[in-house]
């Protein structure tokens, strides 16, 4: 198409552009970039009569053969956390199938040959424990997020899967919050009216849709099947306020072991 053509004349262009206002002599790339980057080096050839070069490397690709990148299928992964925040990051290399966490720990990790050795021992050994794919998510994630970043998204994982506390829930910010409980189905309530209280059974049956009955929530109370922010409510008199808000908008009814809820405080 012409837009392909015109991109490698442009890309030609940007290189020669390079060479002669920045003294720039090699241009570095995936593999599927050498037509885009020899064509540079030809028109510096031949309009400035210099030379300049190419050096590529194999596409990273997942085990599908599909390519990372922002304009390929599937999910980006950024470095910069306003794009892909630390839990989704940590997520992202922890969902790995196991084809793809053998190849990525040895290309986006410093772990040496013997560590890399022992860790796919201990996969083969036992591979539902995903030893690989969490010994790649913590390297990848301490070394471009922090370690403390690295422990907020454990924790954040499991909030989600039912282990972890008040404390590190009310530890995330809003945008890992959300990330963790996206697709979680959603009320809403008037801030106003929780700054006075409001009683747990006409929170989650009748101000939220969190439960079709006050029978049924009261039910789920007394067989201890309900909690909020992590902690459970043994009273159903039992009265919630906006001091216990989330990031300051947010409370998290949990069901049962797996059934999330999200109560959003509107102003």
Known sequence: SYTEFSYQLLQAYDFYWLYTNKDCI??????????NITSGTELVR?????????????????????KFGKSASGESVWLDPAMTSPYRFYQFWLNCSDEDA??????????SRDAIADVESKHKNAPHERHLQKALAKDVTIRVHSEARYQQAVEASEVLFGKGTTEALAALDEKSFLDVFEGVPQSTVARAELEHGIAVVDLLADKTQVFVSKGEARRMIRSGGVSINKTKISDESESVGADGL???KYLLVQKGRKNYHLILAEQ
């Open 46 to 66: 031949r309009k400035a009569g210099g030379e300049a070069y190419a050096l590529t490397c194999p596409l990273i690709t997942r085990a599908d053969g599909t």
């Open 246 to 248: 989330l990031t300051g």
């Open 26 to 35: 090699i241009q570095v790339g995936g593999s599927d970039q050498w037509g």
């Open 102 to 111: 053998a190849r990525f720990i040895r290309v986006f990790t410093l772990l």
